[in-house]
């Protein structure tokens, strides 16, 4: 044991907990599938450092000393640099460059230091491997116990059919569409009037409430309380530990994937259906339909891992190369760089291997999918979530593929009005096509913007029948409430409706007041 911790392998150990530090940072929001290309990758970097050190030093102590500091310094970088890049020193922004010249300075005296000062370094080898092989060991148990709890399926999730398989039960359409704002909303900060949009949802037969809010300004809330007919703090979920980065990945996934919702209508012989999320906590995978346009595509490279990988080296050293592209890729260095090498600095650079554009097929294909699945036998729930109107906007308002990417609101109203139009397609083939009259929601998540405007949203209700149930500041926690109690007898009353909102300085979830006025 006294040997092998007297062998420098912490340098190999810092590669690989770079990796999985980004990882386990962000479970839920993506899959354990992108880990093995820049695990192995790093890994690879450190056994050419390392041994060139060796080589170099010709003291292997001292080499591992001198390689996990190096090796440090490149995997930091960009951690520090998010942290430092709009810090003003002496009144000027501290940047990349100078950063850059702060490291090099701390790698050339650290290397020093180590040369002229440390003679044999074997007991710091050996606290160095402890301390490097804790941190790994902690970040691996948390990845499985992750996993554990991921992987745990809710009772009853399958499609039993009951004895009432007779009834005409209608089939049921969750369509959600992320960030799209209210009529009243739209109009004062866009000057945009949708009402020809309302007016088509309103002959087709759906309600829409005039006071239309979320109950909550964050997708992961939103749906898991829409879901569940309950608000997320009654659900168990410590809303004090939200901020606008991070949320509970394994509560809210577990509640996502395996709502009340889905559940009660399982035991009442619904299957459902769904389509692929843009996240591991909206990407319910195990629904008796799973619709996802990427199992024919022939790219290799999936959206999560194009944004893990991306991620990725923007926190190491890499992150020099690519804010220097990012102010100039007309030069001729960025001309000579190979595509792959160009997608890793900035995966939307090649306009048809983009992530974008793989946002963009997902999207057509949602759309398309929706106007078939009613000819598929046996009653059904379906929960579509389109991100088209959430940024980056990939649609003009043609459906064509906007090129370059478009962060800003500026392509919000194209996209609109894109949805739009295939939104109505899609009611009316569901509705021309359904034996029964379906019921179907169009409901966004949020809105836009931040204070109580994040909380107003476009929401569209069609329940066959049943419409005189609805009320003018009905919110998303109430609507299977009434679903459930009006279509199955089940007995579920309404909620008070209430309104939650982040507050960008405190980053807590405080209560709004909802505001309807008459």
């Excluded at 060796?54 to 998010?82: C, D, E, P, S």
């Excluded at 894109?418 to 809105?447: M, W």
């Amino acid at each position: 044991m006294k040997k092998f911790l007297s062998f420098p392998f912490y340098p190999i150990l810092i590669a690989a907990y770079s990796v999985l530090f980004l990882f386990t940072a962000n479970l839920g929001q993506i899959p354990v599938s992108v880990l093995p290309p820049p695990l192995a990758a790093s890994i690879l970097f450190s056994l050419v450092v390392f041994p060139l050190c060796w080589l170099a030093i010709r003291n292997l102590q001292k080499a591992g000393l001198v390689a996990g500091l190096l090796l440090l310094l490149f995997f930091t970088f960009g951690h520090v640099y998010n942290l430092v890049e709009s810090k003003l020193l002496f009144g000027m922004e501290i940047g990349y460059v100078k950063l850059t010249v702060v490291f090099l300075g701390i790698a050339i005296l650290g290397t020093y230091l180590i040369l002229k000062h440390i003679r044999e370094p074997y007991g710091l080898t050996g606290f160095l491997n402890l301390i490097v092989l804790f941190f790994i060991v902690t970040a691996l148990v948390q990845l499985i116990r992750y996993q554990s709890v991921a992987s745990q399926k809710a009772s009853d999730t399958g499609a039993a059919q009951t004895a009432a398989d007779t009834a005409a039960y209608p089939d049921i359409y969750y369509i959600i569409l992320d960030g799209y704002t209210r009529q009243d909303v739209l109009l004062d900060r866009f000057k945009y009037d949708n009402s020809e949009f309302l007016t088509g949802l309103s002959e087709r037969g759906f309600y829409i409430p005039e006071c239309a809010y979320s109950n909550y300004s964050y997708t992961s809330l939103s749906l898991t309380s829409s879901l569940n007919m309950n608000y997320v703090e009654a659900l168990g979920v410590d809303t004090s530990k939200r901020n606008s980065k991070k949320s509970d990945p394994l509560g809210l996934q577990n509640l996502t994937h395996h709502s009340a919702v889905r559940q009660e209508l399982s035991q009442l012989g619904y299957s459902f259906y769904t389509f692929k999320g843009f996240s591991p906590v909206l990407d319910i995978t195990d629904a008796d339909y799973y619709f996802d346009v990427f199992e024919d595509d022939s790219q290799t490279n999936t959206i999560a891992s194009l944004n893990f990988d991306h991620m990725y080296v923007k926190t190491t050293f890499i992150r020099v190369f690519i804010e220097y592209f990012a102010a100039s890729k007309e030069g001729n260095l960025w001309r000579i760089l190979p595509p792959s090498t160009k997608m890793l600095l900035d995966p939307d650079v090649l306009e048809f291997s983009s992530r974008s554009y793989k946002w963009y097929r997902q999207h057509v294909y949602t759309f398309d999918t929706l106007k078939e699945i009613a000819d598929m036998p046996g009653r059904k729930f379906v929960y579509a979530h389109i991100y088209a109107t959430h940024q980056p906007y990939v649609f003009n308002d043609e459906g064509g593929f906007l090129w370059p990417v478009n962060e800003d609101n500026f392509n919000y109203i194209p996209a609109i009005k894109y949805v739009n139009g295939r939104i109505l397609e899609v009611i009316d083939a569901i509705q021309q096509k359904s034996e029964t009259p379906p019921i179907i929601i169009i409901q966004a998540d949020h809105g836009m913007f931040s204070g109580l405007d994040k909380n107003k949203i476009l929401f569209a209700i069609n329940i066959p029948g049943k419409q005189d149930l609805l009320y003018r500041s009905i919110t998303p926690v109430n609507i299977f409430r009434v679903i459930l109690s009006s279509q199955f007898g089940l007995d579920y009353e309404l909620l008070p409706d209430k309104l939650f909102n982040l507050n960008e300085a405190t980053q807590a979830i405080l209560p709004l007041e909802l505001e309807c006025n008459e």
